[in-house]
Each structure stands twice: as C-alpha cells, then as structure tokens.
C-alpha cells in the first residue's frame, strides 16, 4: 500500500524568504510571533493576515511575510490557519530559514557584536 503524502490541508507553493528586522535584532529581541490567516475557497491567495501575539518589534515583519504565501488550496469552503514565526538569535553561523511546515517557520540570525569590546 502506497501512502498518499497529501496531508489534509493546503500546501505552501511558494513565499518570500523571511528576514529578521534589523531593528529587532540591533535591540536583541526574539521570539515567535503567531499569525492567523484566511483562505477563501479555492484560493491560494491568504486575507485576513493578523499577529494574534509576538513582540511588536517583529509582529509587521511576520505579517508581511505571511502575506506572500501562495497555496494549493483543493478545499471549497473557507478556512482560517494559524502558523508561527520563531525568531532567533544565534551566537555562530545560523542555519538557513526553516519551512518544516507552513505551521512553524525559523528565522535565524547571528548575535548582534557588542558595541564595545575590551
């Protein structure tokens, strides 16, 4: 028997790569930031694009970037999602961002150097 790898939802077709705010970063804020959207029946397109919670710093930059998504919606009603953004902050060289699943992304970036050091 062979599996059908159709999971029971949309699939994501395409995003821009997300970014990590600079200003987030310069102020060393992190953390996930929860948006919730809407797909209208048989559209790929997301509305409704809204940070449910997250740090203010990164909310717009997750928002923006939700609005991007483009799927293959095969369902004729509508529907609403949640996905989470975690932003984080590394000490060495990040790994690149992370679509596990349209669910939970990583957006990864290098410490920010202190501004003086000995």
Do not use: C
């Amino acid at each position: 028997m062979g599996m059908a790898a159709e999971a029971d939802e949309p699939e994501l077709l395409s995003a821009n790569i997300p970014f990590y705010p600079p200003l987030a970063r310069q102020a060393r804020v992190y953390g996930t930031v929860k948006v919730t959207f809407t797909l209208p029946a048989d559209a790929g397109e997301p509305i409704n694009v809204e940070a449910a919670s997250g740090h203010p710093m990164l909310k717009p930059a997750a928002v923006e970037n939700v609005k991007t998504w483009r799927f293959r919606n095969p369902y004729a009603v509508e529907r609403r999602y949640e996905t989470v953004l975690d932003y984080r902050l590394l000490e060495t060289e990040p790994q690149p961002v992370t679509f596990e699943s349209f669910h939970h992304v990583e957006i990864v970036t290098l410490k920010p150097r202190p501004l003086y050091s000995r």
